[in-house]
């Protein structure tokens, strides 16, 4: 086990961070390069955003890549892999973290809205995870970085639990990730691989932008949040890295709720009867 006196939590990892040029993929990679990792910084559209975080961390000392890859398709995701390992010789943490909203009434949602959700938020997780599994068990426990074989951490949501009317679609994918990230964790512990989720509540991002843009629109989301405050990506960045680290080595099958309480049914607060 390595001394974590001496070395930072994810020193001689190798992680790849999917949807990494924003919001909170963006906040994992910085968080992981700070805490040693060498990033591939994965995105779709918007190169010049990956570039731009990819030299922050190169310049900071780190060792980050950016990679292009639809996580929805399978070449693209074989690609991104095989690009990471030629880069940096292997792969010990997936942040399986894209994901998006296409939001409709369900009367008039369309199978286009349905399918594309799925396809990025859910066959995109498992797309990723099963590379990145592949690659541990090919390689096995380096002792010398981590107690595990590797980690994966799936961005989930509050809406793995939390029914959401008007996006259907989006709360489908999270509570499939659930099912996602508990079978697989329960499937792949014997190989010394950790999978957990992390739930992540109300955090200002792209993704909900109207949400908390004005000041009456985030007085009223501050209504769903019992600790007051919007959270900010690094919320979710450093708990992250945390998760990735032997510090956390005994956690898997978990989702953490990183929320604000918003998953503690806060219009009970007041109580009743
Ligand atoms: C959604 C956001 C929303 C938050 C809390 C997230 O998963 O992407 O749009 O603000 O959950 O409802």
Not at 133 to 158: L, N, Q, Y
Not at 224 to 252: C, F, H, N, Q
Request: hydrophobic share 50%; aromatic share 6%; net charge negative.
């Amino acid at each position: 086990m390595p001394s974590s006196s001496t070395r930072a939590p994810l020193d001689g990892q190798v992680a790849i961070v999917t949807g990494a040029n924003s919001g909170i993929g963006e906040a994992i990679a910085r968080a992981m390069a700070a805490a040693g990792a060498a990033v591939a910084v994965n995105y779709v559209v918007q190169p010049e955003a990956a570039n731009a975080i990819v030299s922050d961390i190169n310049a900071a000392g780190g060792r980050a890549i950016a990679v292009q890859a639809d996580v929805s398709n399978e070449a693209q995701v074989q690609a991104m892999f095989a690009a990471t390992i030629r880069a940096f010789g292997t792969v010990d943490i997936l942040a399986s973290n894209a994901g998006l909203q296409d939001d409709a009434p369900f009367l008039d949602m369309t199978l286009a809205q349905w399918q594309h959700v799925l396809d990025i938020n859910l066959t995109g997780g498992f797309l990723c995870a099963r590379e990145a599994a592949r690659e541990f068990v090919r390689r096995g426990v380096r002792p010398d970085v981590s107690r595990a074989a590797g980690k994966i951490i799936f961005t989930s949501s509050v809406h793995q639990m939390i029914p959401w009317a008007g996006h259907v679609n989006y709360a489908t994918s999270k509570g499939g990730m659930m099912q996602l990230m508990e079978s697989t964790a329960q499937e792949l512990a014997p190989h010394r691989i950790r999978v957990n989720s992390i739930a992540p509540g109300a955090i200002k991002t792209p993704i909900n932008h109207a949400a908390w843009a004005t000041p009456a629109a985030e007085q009223a989301l501050l209504e769903l949040i019992p600790y007051g405050r919007v959270g900010e990506p690094m919320d979710i960045g450093k708990v992250a890295a945390w998760m990735a680290s032997d510090d956390a080595d005994y956690v898997t099958g978990a989702t953490l709720f990183v929320d604000g309480g918003m998953t503690l049914f806060p219009g009970f607060s007041t109580g009743h009867g």
